[in-house]
Nanobody, 122 residues
């Protein structure tokens, strides 16, 4: 099993930046892909970004160019740097891990954190 704990959320203004962290513990070597998803009130959980064990990164069109995903293997931590935040980025952000190569679908991920709230005011 892998345990994931997110941190770094908060209330910011449009145009500000935030960095989310996801600390992993347990059988972290079993994860092939780490991803970030988000869920706004009344909406389905959606893909934001993912990074593979080869350090390849992928982004949704809505955050491409503004968000950056990265990982620190020594700390077993994945980060999501969010710049130029917009009110539409407001959501609960979830960290997720997949044992096998995973893409953009929620169903492809095996481990989930509890989420951290990001609120962007206009």
């Amino acid at each position: 099993q892998v345990q994931l704990v997110e941190s770094g959320g908060g209330l910011v203004q449009a145009g500000d930046s935030l960095r989310l962290s996801c600390a992993a513990s347990g059988r972290t070597f079993s994860t092939s892909t780490m991803g970030w998803f988000r869920q706004a009130p009344g909406k389905e959980r959606e893909f934001v970004a993912r990074i593979t064990w080869r350090r390849s990164s992928y982004y949704s069109d809505s955050v491409k160019g503004r968000f950056t995903i990265s990982g620190d293997n020594a700390k077993n931590t994945v980060y999501l740097q969010m710049n130029s935040l917009k009110p539409e980025d407001t959501a609960v952000y979830y960290c997720a891990g997949a044992r096998l190569a995973a893409a953009d679908e929620v169903i492809g991920y095996d481990y989930w954190g509890q989420g951290t709230q990001v609120t962007v005011s206009s």
